[in-house]
């Protein structure tokens, strides 16, 4: 993992699902780990620089408070953030580099340019699509819309200056989700969607924002921004057996 070796990691939620695959990434990619903490206690061995926190909204408090003391960045990738933790998060963001992950998969990513790039568009086509949003977890997720359905809408709105039609939530089926936008024209329609079948969107993106986040000055950014910037530049291609 170039630019990342003198990183030592937090992670906060660490026996969770996308915690325990995100400690287990960053043990094979040979980045110590720091801090793990869950609901059995915060153990720290050594105070780590880059801080994911990976846990709910209880643990907000402690994973600041412990970021500013050890001017440490936080990758921030709790998908529920109330607007009092939004404006924390912006206040720490002078202090450290922080980052908001609202959905790290790198799919997600592509959903939202592609969305944007229809969206722009939108005055040469004969009619603008009118968009609905779905999105589909599995009963254990407690909140909905997610925040990926939200920011869909939000991105087609801001880029189209047309509100979504619709947005629609669905708890049923396998780990992870599905997000899809179906853009209605007369007589067709065009889906942009994107599927997660495994935690390991999220650990892959996770492990692209570390070199970033670990030499970036304070200030608060959002995954998308450091995807934009490592994509402009070229990231490697990493080998994987499913391609
Ligand atoms: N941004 C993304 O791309 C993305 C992708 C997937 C998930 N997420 C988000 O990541 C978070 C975790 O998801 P998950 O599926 O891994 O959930 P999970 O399996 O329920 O894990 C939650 C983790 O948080 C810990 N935790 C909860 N309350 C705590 C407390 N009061 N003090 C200390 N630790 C506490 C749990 O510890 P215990 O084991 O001790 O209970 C566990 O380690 C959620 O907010 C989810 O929405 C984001």
Not at 27 to 49: D, F, K, M, N, Y
Not at 106 to 127: C, D, K, M
Request: net charge negative; with cysteine; charged share 15%.
């Amino acid at each position: 993992m170039t630019g990342s070796s003198a990183s030592v990691a937090g992670v906060v939620g660490a026996t969770g699902r996308l915690g325990a695959a995100l400690c287990s990434a960053l043990e094979s990619a040979g980045v110590p780990i720091g801090l793990r903490a869950s609901r059995a206690g915060w153990a720290v061995q050594e105070p780590p620089t880059v801080v994911f926190d990976v846990s709910g909204p209880e643990c907000f408090d402690r994973t600041v408070r412990l970021c500013r003391q050890w001017s440490a960045a936080l990758v921030y990738a709790v998908s529920a953030v109330p607007d009092a933790h939004a404006d924390r998060l912006r206040q720490l963001g002078r202090e450290v580099p922080v980052v908001r992950a609202t959905n790290l998969s790198i799919g997600h990513w592509i959903q939202i340019r592609l969305l944007e790039a229809v969206a722009s568009l939108g005055p040469s086509l004969p009619v603008l699509p009118v968009a609905a949003v779905w999105e589909r977890h599995p009963i254990t997720k407690a909140d909905r819309p997610s925040a990926s359905a939200t920011e869909l809408a939000e991105v087609w709105r801001e880029s189209s200056g047309a509100p979504a039609a619709d947005l629609t939530s669905v708890r049923a089926g396998h780990p992870v989700s599905d997000h899809a936008v179906q853009l209605d024209l007369p007589d067709e329609s065009v889906t942009i969607a994107h599927a997660v079948t495994g935690i390991g969107a999220a650990v892959r993106g996770a492990l692209l924002l570390l070199p970033w986040v670990s030499t970036a000055p304070a200030g608060l950014v959002t995954a998308h921004h450091i995807y934009d910037d490592l994509i402009a530049k070229g990231v490697p291609h990493a080998a994987s057996p499913q391609h």
